[in-house]
């Protein structure tokens, strides 16, 4: 089946542009996550949605980022005013999240948007 | 503070060498323990869950091991496809919805 879908795959800005990212999810997967990934750093969480709930924005590193899903599909993660130090890969992933099942907390990823800021 | 460890950084073998990668963390109450595959220019790739202390998973060449404090990732018999950084991962039962990722070993299996 299709896997997660990100795009676009590369972007390029200017500093102070603001930026688009989408993330296309596995069909039926609740969960969806947003991650940062510097060059030689771990994935860093920036957000996190379940469902219907209110999201969990505890990693977005300041107001200058946003994001928002439609239900349990398609999301959108949001930079304004774009810095030279948010150039990283953005990294979607997407679970099925169904309390009980034991494999339910695996995170599926899409191949990732790589911003770079100029 | 939950935290993540993973080490080597890089390394390399000659195929056929085994070996193991080790991932240290500190977290409050394991939820899980994730590992990924990562190619360059690709998003991670699911590769096993451990849950509990003494649990144990294989793939192919690959098999997972967890301890209270540490897990192994141990690679019999290496091929070049194997070449790729390997990320370990925990979600623990005090940090709500966040998984804390290491920042992953790189590992290059030479023909």
């Known amino acids: 089946g299709a896997g997660v879908s990100q795009s676009p795959s590369n972007k390029v800005t200017e500093k102070g542009k603001d930026v688009e990212l989408r993330c296309d999810p596995i069909?039926?997967?609740?969960?969806l996550y947003w991650y940062r990934q510097r060059l030689g750093q771990g994935l860093e969480f920036l957000i996190y949605?379940?469902?219907?709930?209110?999201?969990?924005k505890s990693g977005l590193p300041s107001d200058r980022f946003s994001a928002e899903r439609t239900g349990e599909s398609v999301s959108t993660l949001t930079i304004q005013r774009t810095q030279q130090e948010d150039s990283a890969v953005y990294l979607c992933?997407?679970?099925?999240?169904?309390?009980?099942?034991?494999?339910?907390?695996?995170?599926?990823f899409g191949p990732g948007t790589r911003l770079t800021v100029t | 503070e939950d935290q993540v460890t993973q080490s080597p950084e890089a390394l390399r073998l000659q195929e056929g060498e085994s070996s193991s990668l080790n991932c240290s963390y500190t977290?409050?109450?394991?939820?899980?323990l994730f590992w990924y595959r990562q190619d360059p220019g690709k998003g991670p790739e699911f590769l096993f869950t451990?849950?509990?202390a003494g649990e144990e998973k294989e793939k192919e060449r690959l098999k997972a091991t967890l301890t209270k404090k540490e897990s192994f990732l141990h690679i019999t018999a290496p091929k070049p496809e194997d070449s790729a950084t390997y990320l370990c991962?925990?979600?623990?039962?005090?940090?709500?919805?966040?998984?804390?990722f290491g920042t992953g070993t790189s590992l290059t299996v030479i023909p």
């Open positions: 069909s039926g997967h609740t969960a």
């Open positions: 992933a997407s679970s099925p999240s169904t309390p009980g099942l034991a494999s339910s907390y695996e995170q599926y």
């Open positions: 991962a925990v979600q623990g039962a005090n940090t709500g919805n966040q998984f804390y």
């Open positions: 977290v409050s109450g394991l939820r899980g």
């Open positions: 949605f379940q469902g219907n709930s209110a999201p969990d």
């Open positions: 451990l849950y509990s």
